[in-house]
Antibody, heavy 123, light 107 residues
Framework: EVQLVESGGGLVQPGGSLRLSCSAS????????MHWVRQAPGKGLEYVSA????????YHAESVKGRLTISRDNSKNTLYLQMSSLRAEDTAVYYC????????????????WGQGTLVTVSS | DTQMTQSPSSLSASVGDRVTITCQAS??????LSWYRQKPGKAPNLLIY???NLETGVPSRFSGSRSGTDFTFTISSLQPEDIATYYC?????????FGGGTKVEIK
């Protein structure tokens, strides 16, 4: 059974930093691209970041570029999102998401989602 | 950037009703469109990809279709467990975007 378990969320002051982790199990983690999608309270879904299966290629939305950084450790089956210079508008539930297709390319169809971790940026 | 215009933003229907949600892309995205259901307090889950392919394990009352840049999602017979918000998402190019969502309630 595929499981994605996020951790690391919490309350942080504007300008602060946080690192989210996503522990994956139930599939060969190193074969799949992974993504982060966020959802502000009461709002819709926003695509944040992506990383290829071997970590060699990444994508960050313009709204987070230079402040949020995606990475992965395939030896630990773990996905990360390093967050810095956080703003109030980064307040959201952050979902770790698995790509539907194995291989080096991004399909960007999301077949498994974690339960999400809430990040609140407030003074 | 490709924008996805989803409608309606909410609807109320009776159990057993046929429910239709549409998404219009601002430019050609081929069939690169998915539909997700998000039950209250839960993460989204994939229902349909490539505009009309049903994800494994998803009930057959859900379906999707495409006509040019217009995409339609249908629940053939609404069930109580279908109370949720539904999102379309294109993945034709970056940035990928989601529609604004359709909240489905039981009348």
């Amino acid at each position: 059974e595929v499981q994605l378990v996020e951790s690391g969320g919490g309350l942080v002051q504007p300008g602060g930093s946080l690192r989210l982790s996503c522990s994956a199990s139930g599939f060969t983690f190193s074969n799949y691209a992974m993504h982060w999608v966020r959802q502000a309270p009461g709002k819709g879904l926003e695509y944040v970041s992506a990383i290829s299966s071997n970590g060699g290629s990444t994508y960050h939305a313009e709204s987070v570029k230079g402040r949020l950084t995606i990475s992965r450790d395939n030896s630990k089956n773990t996905l990360y999102l390093q967050m810095s210079s956080l703003r109030a508008e980064d307040t959201a539930v952050y979902y770790c998401v698995k790509d539907i297709s194995a291989g080096p390319l991004f399909r960007r169809v999301f077949d498994y989602w974690g339960q999400g971790t809430l990040v609140t940026v407030s003074s | 950037d490709t924008q996805m215009t989803q409608s309606p933003s909410s609807l109320s229907a009776s159990v057993g009703d046929r429910v239709t949600i549409t998404c219009q892309a601002s430019q050609d995205i081929s069939n690169h469109l998915s539909w997700y259901r998000q039950k209250p307090g839960k993460a989204p889950n994939l229902l349909i990809y490539d505009a009309s392919n049903l994800e494994t394990g998803v009930p057959s009352r859900f379906s999707g279709s495409r006509s040019g840049t217009d995409f339609t999602f249908t629940i053939s017979s609404l069930q109580p467990e279908d109370i949720a918000t539904y999102y379309c998402q294109h993945y034709d190019s970056l940035p990928l975007t989601f529609g604004g969502g359709t909240k489905v309630e039981i009348k």
